[in-house]
């Protein structure tokens, strides 16, 4: 089968990927939308996790060509790029946010869903239970989870295509002809170095101006706290996991104050920002209490993501092996950038924003 990709333009699909594929819990990924409530900034993001994932296979594939990995160590490839993001609760990372104390991470429900149902029948037919339970342990995670791995530059192509910026338009040719594996580990050679530099800038600006933008992390704080709520009104967490996007927003709406803020969302009344902080609060929670009660009105306060994990890229020298952060000042300047634009926003309703923003600048 041959799927016409806006990014990668034709993808040969095998016979088992394509049986893999119409399983419902696959399926279920195209009402998942990559970026959560980033469409209600941006237009055009709403492509989805199904598209995704077929992307993400497609480019694992051309890392295992580049490498000279074949067989069915490739085939292990293709199918782990391809389930990589099963387990994604709705509006992705958004959810998995309250979710994730009860289930674990996207990447554990993967792994359980892969167990279950009509996808375990398909896969059992050619993996064991230990090989399933296995997937994504491997050379699969190399290839598809590194830091140049194929769902990183699958997806900072595909956002920047459907938000209409430039900024992820990294240069994916440059960086997988310059790879190489070494001690079980992606590796860029020298000549490649630039164009990895411009995969993580793309990576900066995306998040700079479109992950983290104000009003994405409005409606994103406005989610995540009417999910709570409804939790705590009585919803079963185990009814909102697997439910799509629209499925878990009118799950809230029956629920009562939680469906205040669901119906908020569809309808794109969203709180404002009130003020910001550098970095954050040590009591968020006394914070948001104190200035609803001040204020008489609700306050969310969304905390700065947690900072960049270590980088693991290296970079194949004349000297050997070195980080990418040893050799290259742009990327340790994106570093201090990163850490200098982490800041805590105060959202409220828009008729209560200028005394919040009055009492929310006394207490911080």
């Known amino acids: 089968m041959i799927i016409k990709d806006a990014i990668h333009g034709n993808i040969q699909v095998g016979d088992f990927e394509k049986r893999v594929m ?12 990559q970026l959560g409530m980033t469409y209600l900034v941006y237009p055009g993001a709403t492509h989805t996790r ?3 994932s077929i992307g993400t296979m497609q480019v694992a594939s051309r890392i295992c060509e580049q490498l000279g990995i074949g067989g069915e160590e490739k085939e292990k490839v293709r199918l782990y790029g391809l389930l990589h993001d099963l387990g994604h609760t709705a509006f992705s990372h958004e959810s998995e946010r309250v979710l994730r104390p009860f289930f674990g991470s996207h990447e554990k429900i993967g792994k359980r869903r892969m167990g279950e149902g009509e996808m375990w029948d398909v896969l059992s037919e050619k993996y064991s239970k230990k090989e399933i339970s296995g997937l994504g342990d491997g050379l699969e995670k190399v290839v598809v989870g590194g830091d140049v791995g194929a769902d990183r530059m699958d997806y900072l192509l595909r956002d920047a295509h459907h938000i209409g910026v430039a900024y992820g338009m990294v240069d994916v040719d440059r960086i997988i002809h310059t790879l190489i594996l070494e001690n079980e580990q992606l590796v860029v050679e020298r000549r490649g170095l630039e164009a990895a530099e411009s995969l993580l800038v793309g990576r900066f600006m995306m998040f700079s101006t479109v992950y983290l933008h104000k009003t994405v992390r409005s409606s994103s704080a406005m989610l995540n706290q009417g999910l709570k709520t409804a939790i705590e009104e009585g919803v079963e967490p ?9 499925e878990i927003l009118h799950k809230m709406i029956e629920s009562g104050k939680g469906g205040g803020y669901a ?17 954050a609060p040590d009591n968020p929670d006394e914070l948001c209490r104190e200035l609803s009660s001040k204020c008489s009105c609700e306050i969310l306060v969304d ?26 000042d742009l990327v340790r300047s994106l570093f201090i950038a990163e850490k200098n634009r ?17 009492e929310a600048k006394k207490l911080l």
């Open 22 to 33: 119409d399983c419902p819990d696959f399926q279920r990924l195209r009402r998942i939308k």
């Open 50 to 52: 199904f598209e995704h």
């Open 238 to 246: 185990g009814e909102l996991l697997d439910g799509t996007d629209d």
């Open 263 to 279: 119906r908020a969302l569809l309808e794109r009344k969203l709180y404002k920002q009130a003020c910001s902080v550098e970095g």
């Open 303 to 328: 905390l700065p993501p947690v900072l960049s994990k270590p980088l693991d890229i290296k970079i194949k020298t004349g000297e050997g092996l070195l980080e990418i952060l040893e050799i290259s």
């Open 342 to 358: 982490k800041e805590t926003l105060v959202f409220c309703p828009e008729k209560n924003r200028e005394r919040v923003a009055s």
